[in-house]
């Protein structure tokens, strides 16, 4: 525990992600057994020819494994962000990462690079099968994040503004240079191009599936370890220099994690909304703003909203005989709750 950090119950911890965990399992299970067309657990576990064991194992399975992977990387993220910069209405997307990532996926899909294999030819490992726009969109986003802390450096007795402003300015910059991209692609490319910009969970290979998850893995678990030295940071940067934390390393490092995460999870999914917005400032009113306890909590919370808004997405199949994406339902979802949180501040109700 880090020198002035007040004392944080383990058993509240364990029960509440333990709590949280049962709710992420439940999700879990419900978009497994529902969809556009409902399956027998039982009859897909048992007969590995039947159909129900193909949409098991071949769609929903892959499909629910990336919502979770990817509402937990946005979810915790975005509660880091919102500790870092100081402001419980940070997003995950504020430091550019999403503005790198859509122009280098947009790119990808207006020049028709489906592969990676297009993108480098005669790359080795089977990997030129991979997805083009998801590499695309990975640099993208990394050169973005690596633009920002550069350009960002030098201002340090105005951060972390800095960054957060320049990855403002970045994120116009990749707006304009989308909707010019858009505007000269054939319209053939163009669907592809706004679909992908509206968000939506694919089905990964196994193996995509597991350096995700990977990578998801160690970006939470840096989160995680400077966690209780992101509390002493919400005091402000002299006090917590005061207190032992080494600010500026500190603050590098959370950074580095959470735009290596929104990257690998833009890079999958494109740009979904609000997880990383609403999910960690819910979490924040109800439980309190220890980073410790929020972090972990927020994962959990992300993946069980993220699966469960994309079981809404495949159900409305039914309805309006298309699925939209899923980026659509957390926005209708989240956009709602968001203005009604604004509306409670207004109203001098609990602070936002």
Known sequence: MSAGAPRLRASRVLGLCAAFLGLTLAAFALALRFGEQPISLAAALGDAESSDAVIFWSLRLPRALLGVIVGAG????????QGLLRNPLADPFVLGVSGGAALGATLALALGLATVGQVAPGLAGGLERLSGPA???FLGAGGSVLFVLAASRGHAARAPYAALLTGVVFNAFAA???TLVKTLSAPDRLGE?????????????GATLGLAALLQ???????LALSGQLNLMTLGDEDAQTLGVPV????????????????GAVALTGLIGFVGLIVPHLLRLAFGPDQRLLIPLSALGGAAFLVLADLLARLAFALFGAEPPVGVITALLGGPLFIALLSRKGRGGSPV
């Open 193 to 205: 191009i706004l679909y992908w910009l509206a968000g939506s969970l694919g089905y990964e290979r």
């Open 217 to 223: 893995g160690g970006a939470l678990a840096v989160m």
């Open 176 to 178: 304009a240079a989308i």
């Open 248 to 263: 500026v390393r500190t603050r590098r490092l959370l950074l580095l994690a959470t735009s290596a995460s929104v990257a």
């Open 74 to 81: 946005l979810a915790a993220s975005g509660a880091t962000l």
């Open 135 to 137: 590499l695309l969109a």
